[in-house]
């Protein structure tokens, strides 16, 4: 193995860290706030990983991998927050039962259950974060070509580029805005939907180019892509199949709830969205009554169980059938046939999105509850096809985790965990009360010292501002200038600086100053938070200074 650029600091610390699994890539984040000067080394076995935190801590983690993976597709990208590193596998579609080669796992180290999925039939999950780690996929924190998406669907075909113009696209990363520059395509004709109707849109590749966004513009599908294509240009187009059939999944499970709700309580649905997890209907009801969301549920599930036929008519505007479909209406700038989703025997509607072929294409539906929406709209919670499989999974991977940690069985998790948050209550209302009487008897002992200063430094871990001004109180500030501190040695933390009005006023901003913190005060006392607490000697000896030279100036 090649040696590595960055060398382990003296008194570094371990960042701590959550990974999780994918059939093509690894994602580890280490979880850093405010992180700077971040170095990465990512090694075909191991990698290396060094920053400062927020309050220049040495951070610095070695991994050696559980088998290998191919560094020029992996990358990394800083946020405010934690430090994404994607991992590309030589091996792929073979899982990693750890990160690390040692059997032992790191006490910094621990699994994302949140993103952790079962992918055994799953081609292309890297895809799904794709937005996500836009930046390292294009390639922006490193050199070389980008990780290949050579794993989509077959479905896929040869058109023409129309025209391709320079553009830009606004992205939510991480709830972060971010513009990405690139380039609108049209196409002579396109099998990617643009978003519409409560339907995402679809992703896949022009000519190798990943598509970033699909939207319509009148009767065009505008594709945004990073890189240009040539005008007049004959390029093969992919569709990312998996995302797409999810779309159809939830997309006809809404059409069929929606129908069923209508026809077994009357209730009307005003809208919907399409979520990446899980989707919402609003119904036109205050509330549902009790019983109805279970009868609905097994009423949707009925029909899929039927694998009752969907098909699609495209009528002309003027056709008096269209009329007799359930429609929210065109839009402004409709033009060419209308396109009706038909689901035999159930329900007609005016649709421009995808569905599936049958109902029984949707597997299973799933409503995980109501909830009251807006304007006196209940909103319907569900879950349509594979997304069902993976609640599943998730619940059980967390019934599994819970049933290690509690050691009691799954029915007894909500009673296990409601005895836990009780203990925990008590235990931090006798830790109050301790810290109470311990500030109390730390004032007490300063007091009853005959030797005792005009200054007195005290700094502790557990605390809280109470604990502070309990021993300002006791003490007392007519002749003793006091500087309490609590938190993290060398993180951020609270502090108290109390004494006499005319010291406090004119040494508590420099304190806050000395400790990259921001407080404010009055009548002897400044109190605020602390970023650096590393810093508090610094503060004592600014302390010290004034006081001595308060003294000789008396003399």
């Known amino acids: 193995a090649k040696m590595s650029k960055i060398t382990r600091p003296e008194n570094s610390q371990p960042a701590r860290a959550i990974w999780f699994d994918r059939a093509k890539y690894l994602f580890i984040n280490f979880l850093v706030e405010d992180s700077k000067d971040v170095q990465v080394d990512i090694q075909e076995n191991k990698m290396i990983f060094r920053c400062k935190s927020g309050d220049d801590t040495d951070l610095y983690n070695e991994i050696y991998f559980y088998d290998r993976i191919q560094p020029k597709d992996s990358r990394e990208r800083k946020y405010d927050r934690t430090i994404n590193v994607m991992l590309r596998k030589i091996k792929e579609g073979v899982a990693w039962p750890r990160l690390t080669k040692d059997s032992g796992k790191p006490s910094w180290l621990s699994v994302d259950f949140d993103n952790w999925r079962d992918w055994e039939k799953e081609e292309e999950e890297g895809m799904a974060e794709y937005e996500k780690y836009i930046d390292m996929i294009r390639g922006v924190s490193k050199g070389g070509p980008p990780p290949a998406m050579d794993d989509l669907d077959d479905l896929d075909f040869t058109t023409t580029v129309v025209s391709c113009r320079p553009a830009e696209l606004k992205l939510d990363n991480s709830g972060k805005k971010e513009t990405v520059k690139g380039f609108n395509v049209t196409l002579e004709d396109t099998v990617l939907f643009p978003e519409g109707g409560g339907q995402p849109d679809d992703r896949g590749l022009i000519g190798g180019v990943p598509v970033l966004r699909v939207t319509r513009q009148g009767a065009e599908a505008v594709h945004f892509v990073a890189a240009p294509l040539e005008e007049g240009s004959s390029v093969r187009l992919k569709l990312d199949w998996d995302r797409r059939f999810d779309h159809m999944q ?58 009752v036929p969907v098909t699609v008519q495209l009528l002309s505007p003027d056709d008096p059938a269209v009329e007799k479909v359930r429609s929210r209406g065109l839009p402004e700038d409709h033009a060419g046939p209308v396109r009706i989703i038909d689901i035999e025997g159930i329900d007609a509607n005016m649709c421009c999105g995808t569905h599936v072929s049958n109902l029984s294409h949707l597997q299973v539906i799933k409503i995980l509850g109501t909830e009251k929406g807006k304007k006196n709209k209940t909103n319907v919670i569900f879950l349509a096809g594979d997304r069902v499989l993976k609640y599943a999974d998730r619940s059980y991977n967390t019934e599994r985790a ?154």
């Open 250 to 307: 939830q997309h006809s499970g809404q059409h069929l709830i929606t129908a069923i709700a209508d026809s077994m309580f009357g209730y009307k649905t005003t809208s919907w969205e399409l979520g990446r997890q899980r989707s919402v209907i609003e119904l036109d009801t205050a509330a549902m009554k009790p019983g109805e969301a279970q009868a609905l549920e097994k009423a949707v599930n009925e029909k899929i169980r039927a694998c």
């Open 402 to 555: 819970l049933t290690s940690l509690l050691k009691t069985g799954a029915e007894e998790h909500v009673e296990a965990v409601d005895k836990l948050q009780k203990s925990v209550k008590l235990l931090q209302k006798n830790n109050l009360n301790l810290l109470r009487d311990l500030a109390v008897l730390t004032a007490q002992n300063f007091k009853s010292n005959p030797n005792r200063g005009k200054l007195f430094c005290l700094h502790r871990k557990d605390g809280d501002n109470e604990f502070m001004n309990i021993i300002a109180n006791e003490i007392g500030t007519e002749d003793t200038l006091l500087f309490l501190t609590v938190g993290e040695e060398k993180g951020a933390g609270l502090f108290l600086l109390a004494g006499p009005a005319e010291t406090v006023d004119s040494l508590g901003p420099r304190v806050a100053e000395t400790l990259d913190g921001k407080g404010a005060g009055k009548r002897g006392r400044y109190q605020g938070k602390a970023s650096r607490m590393a810093q508090r000697g610094e503060a004592e000896l600014l302390l010290l200074e004034y006081l001595k030279h308060c003294s000789s100036e008396e003399e």
